[in-house]
């Protein structure tokens, strides 16, 4: 059953009553109940705030990484462990066919239900994970394979074990190795990211947000409760903390915003596979016209512009 949220009960209503008049066979209403849901939905979903942008984000039917790797690839094999200490499953690795192109997908996967929330660990990746997504990175470079690396996750997993195997240490590995990475690398924001649990493969010679993702540096929760030491106050610290792909992309901290369907990925995830998977065949068609040094020194000259202003 969908789950809908609060500024979306309206369309609710109309798709209830849309069934209702589907089982009575009544065609004439459901013409007419279709032509207002279509008004009510681009009414509701061109003036959305920050703070409802963020639960589309986190909206529990969102596809995850897994969603959109079985709607991609064809032919696929997934990838297994970094090779030092175990196999991190918060870290999905892939490599088949989309289309006629051979590619490497590399995501952060959450999980849904208790008992898969428990095996990804909730999308937060331990250092080992990291480390899984580097060497399947440098595969993709030894073989010429063009990357897509799919950011979906609250944050690096904070525990005592991620610490001792130095999470910080494998992040910052991540950053360096991959602004250096010599094949076609693009990152996609599908859902949430969250701070360096999501710059570790954000790295690339492009990164996109999908319309209705979030990245930024802290969680609202946490910002909330930081300045204002009340936790209640998130929607106040979504609209400063400017999370939104819209905000990302007028800083220029984002290449692209991906227009997944209006009413949201979660309500058509094929029309959204469909967005990244245009997207992404589109920029290595692009990107496969520059000569490797070219591409490396736009790559270069993109990272090093961040956070670039002018008085």
Not at 12 to 19: N, S, V, Y
Not at 207 to 213: D, E, N, T, V
């Amino acid at each position: 059953m969908a789950t809908y949220l609060d500024f979306e009960q309206k369309i609710c209503q109309i798709q209830e009553e849309i069934i209702a008049a589907e089982i009575r066979y009544d065609h004439h209403a459901v013409d007419i109940l279709n032509a207002d849901l279509k008004k009510e939905v681009t009414k509701t979903y061109a003036n959305l705030s920050p703070y409802q942008e963020l639960q589309l984000a986190r909206h529990q039917d969102r596809p995850y990484a897994l969603d959109y790797i079985n709607l991609l690839l064809d032919k696929k094999y997934e990838l297994h462990g970094d090779r030092h200490f175990r196999d991190d499953l918060a870290i999905v690795c892939y490599i088949g066919y989309i289309g006629e192109e051979r590619v490497i997908i590399i995501g952060e996967q959450k999980g849904r239900g208790t008992k898969n929330k428990l095996k990804r660990n909730f999308g937060m990746p331990n250092p080992e994970g990291y480390r899984k997504a580097l060497r399947v990175a440098k595969m993709a470079e030894k073989f010429k394979i063009p990357l897509l690396m799919l950011i979906d996750t609250p944050g690096a997993y904070p525990g005592l074990g991620a610490e001792e195997r130095n999470q910080s240490e494998a992040i910052a590995r991540n950053l360096l190795e991959l602004s250096n990475l010599n094949t076609i690398t693009v990152s996609v924001v599908i859902g949430e990211g969250g701070s360096g649990g999501a710059l570790a493969i954000g790295v690339a010679d492009k990164l996109a947000m999908m319309r209705y993702s979030v990245f930024s540096v802290i969680s609202p929760e946490g910002c909330s409760a930081i300045l204002w030491n009340d936790p209640t106050k998130v929607e106040a610290a979504t609209k400063a903390l400017k999370i939104t792909s819209a905000d990302l992309k007028s800083l220029n901290l984002i290449d692209d915003i991906i227009d997944e369907p209006l009413i949201g990925a979660h309500r058509d995830k094929i029309g959204a596979s469909e967005a990244i998977k245009s997207y992404f065949l589109g920029q290595i068609e692009s990107l496969q016209k520059l000569s490797d040094s070219e591409r490396l020194d736009q790559r270069y000259n993109r990272l090093v512009g961040v956070g670039r202003y002018s008085e």
